[in-house]
């Protein structure tokens, strides 16, 4: 079983709506991560939340809205998407680099299609 | 500038075979670590096994093995008596000690097990 969880595993929403995904871990972990990721391809960071506090933003549209309200939950807020945002989302935890090149782990993540 | 280079795009594999899949990275830092990650169809994101830059021995994990060689800075992955289980998409990945919190992806190689 994965030490991160992420809700939903599928998501279907139309251009004008509004949603949210999340993400959950308890792993002590003090960075947490937002990826998308396209068929046949490694995932793209987006964002990266260093103790709670955002460290890393990849130049992502600002329909995509990351919040980190504690160290064990990250959300990315969702409006106004387009059709090529349809994807895999992925959130991932690890330590934090002061405490050495240690791996990432993932969640099972979010198929979102955007019609 | 960091890179991880995964030159197999897609290998076929007998079942039972071992298999090697190759990763070479480029650093200038003295202190990384080295990652694979597994991700079958259904999407998640696995974590394999890990390897530290100074670390004596390769890395073992149950039927995986990280064959680390420093000087020509590979650090290839090993999958004994392979099961039709593994058929997936197998990522290299590097993180650095002294940086951000960005890990480094590989564009994957995709390892299809024959019966």
Same mark, same amino acid.
């Given at each position: 079983?994965?030490?991160?969880?992420?809700?939903?595993?599928?998501?279907?929403?139309?251009?004008?709506?509004?949603?949210?995904?999340?993400? %959950?871990? !308890?792993? $002590?972990?003090?960075?947490?991560?937002?990826?998308?990721?396209? &068929?046949?391809?490694?995932? %793209?960071?987006?964002?990266?939340?260093?103790?709670?506090?955002?460290?890393?933003?990849?130049?992502?549209?600002?329909?995509?809205?990351? %919040?980190?309200?504690?160290?064990?939950?990250?959300?990315?807020?969702? !409006? &106004?998407?387009?059709?090529?945002?349809? &994807?895999?989302?992925?959130? &991932?935890?690890?330590?934090?680099?002061?405490? $050495?090149?240690?791996?990432? !782990?993932? $969640?099972? $993540?979010?198929?979102?299609?955007?019609? | 500038?960091?890179?991880?280079?995964?030159?197999?795009?897609?290998?076929?594999?007998?079942?039972?075979?071992?298999?090697?899949?190759?990763?070479?990275?480029?650093? /200038?830092?003295?202190? +990384?670590?080295?990652?694979? +990650?597994?991700?079958?169809?259904?999407?998640?994101?696995?974590?394999?096994? +890990?390897?530290? /830059?100074?670390?004596?021995?390769?890395?073992?994990?149950? @039927? +995986?093995?990280?064959?680390?060689?420093?000087? @020509?800075?590979?650090?290839?992955?090993?999958?004994?008596?392979?099961?039709? =289980?593994?058929?997936?998409?197998?990522?290299?990945?590097? @993180?650095?000690?002294?940086?951000?919190?960005?890990?480094?992806?590989?564009? =994957?190689?995709?390892?299809?097990?024959?019966?």
């Amino acid at each position: 079983d994965t030490e991160v969880t992420q809700t939903p595993k599928h998501l279907v929403m139309g251009m004008t709506n509004k949603k949210s995904l999340k993400c %959950e871990q !308890h792993m $002590g972990h003090r960075a947490m991560y937002w990826y998308k990721q396209k &068929a046949k391809k490694p995932p %793209e960071l987006m964002f990266v939340y260093s103790y709670e506090k955002l460290s890393i933003n990849e130049s992502v549209p600002s329909r995509f809205s990351p %919040e980190c309200p504690n160290s064990s939950l990250l959300n990315l807020h969702l !409006h &106004a998407l387009q059709p090529e945002d349809s &994807a895999l989302y992925l959130c &991932a935890s690890s330590p934090t680099k002061d405490r $050495g090149p240690q791996p990432q !782990h993932f $969640g099972d $993540g979010t198929r979102l299609s955007i019609l | 500038a960091q890179k991880i280079t995964q030159t197999q795009p897609g290998m076929f594999v007998q079942e039972k075979e071992a298999v090697t899949l190759d990763c070479t990275y480029d650093t /200038s830092d003295p202190s +990384y670590g080295l990652f694979w +990650y597994k991700q079958p169809s259904s999407g998640e994101m696995i974590f394999l096994i +890990y390897q530290g /830059s100074y670390d004596q021995q390769n890395a073992t994990e149950g @039927r +995986y093995s990280l064959n680390f060689q420093k000087a @020509r800075k590979s650090a290839n992955l090993v999958i004994s008596a392979s099961q039709l =289980g593994d058929s997936a998409m197998y990522f290299c990945a590097m @993180r650095a000690a002294n940086r951000d919190d960005k890990i480094i992806f590989g564009k =994957g190689t995709r390892l299809h097990i024959l019966p």
